[in-house]
T-cell receptor, first 113, second 113 residues
Framework: DVKVTQSSRYLVKRTGEKVFLECVQDMDHENMFWYRQDPGLGLRLIYF???????EKGDIPEGYSVSREKKERFSLILESASTNQTSMYLC????????????FGQGTRLTVV | AQSVTQPDIHITVSEGASLELRCNYSYGATPYLFWYVQSPGQGLQLLLK??????LVQGIKGFEAEFKRSQSSFNLRKPSVHWSDAAEYFCAVGAYNTDKLIFGTGTRLQVFP
């Protein structure tokens, strides 16, 4: 069974902390994504990676960075967490074939206090 | 620019009633279209997808969707809703020449017994 695993379901962090959200996929997919989900706004793409060490900004990259050192792992980094980054974060992966379906992790609900 | 509109934020139906969730897209060429479902506290699961061919596509859990190019629509339907269908539903379009997905803002479905 295919799987995208996010390391934490719930996180509570303090303002100004550096936060790491980890995502691992076991499908040998080329593409990996980080989305942010907020009520009424749907899913917004933060960053996208189409290969190891390759990344591309999404629609809302400000305040975030990413790391992809290995094909199966894609990390989202909040350099200095702020309260407006309180949200649900969803990781996804897809194969390199154009527009195949994306597989999602269960999400990490991050609260910044 | 490509975009997806889900005009209904919240829909309530009785169990056993039929369901139609609306999705309109803006896209210059033949789109790749998807419907995902998100149960409470979970990630997104693919219900169905349209790439080409027959404009009526069947998905999991008894759902179907019809692609209508003339109306730029890809509405999701189910003839008889079950209480377990209560969830949030997202329509998405594959962005042109990339593997990114553009999501609508979602429709929350509530089912009454």
């Amino acid at each position: 069974d295919v799987k995208v695993t996010q390391s934490s379901r719930y996180l509570v962090k303090r303002t100004g902390e550096k936060v790491f959200l980890e995502c691992v996929q076991d499908m040998d997919h080329e593409n990996m994504f980080w989305y942010r989900q907020d009520p009424g706004l749907g899913l917004r793409l933060i960053y996208f990676s189409y290969d190891v060490k390759m990344k591309e900004k999404g629609d809302i990259p400000e305040g975030y960075s990413v790391s992809r050192e290995k094909k199966e792992r894609f990390s989202l980094i909040l350099e200095s967490a702020s309260t407006n980054q309180t949200s649900m974060y969803l990781c996804a992966s897809s194969s390199g074939t154009a527009n195949t379906e994306a597989f999602f992790g269960q999400g990490t609900r991050l609260t910044v206090v | 620019a490509q975009s997806v509109t889900q005009p209904d934020i919240h829909i309530t139906v009785s169990e056993g009633a039929s369901l139609e969730l609306r999705c309109n897209y803006s896209y210059g060429a033949t789109p790749y279209l998807f419907w995902y479902v998100q149960s409470p506290g979970q990630g997104l699961q693919l219900l169905l997808k349209y790439f080409s061919g027959d404009t009526l596509v069947q998905g999991i859990k008894g759902f179907e969707a019809e692609f209508k190019r003339s109306q730029s629509s890809f509405n999701l339907r189910k003839p008889s809703v079950h209480w377990s269908d209560a969830a949030e539903y997202f329509c998405a379009v594959g962005a042109y020449n990339t593997d990114k997905l553009i999501f609508g803002t979602g429709t929350r479905l509530q089912v009454f017994p």
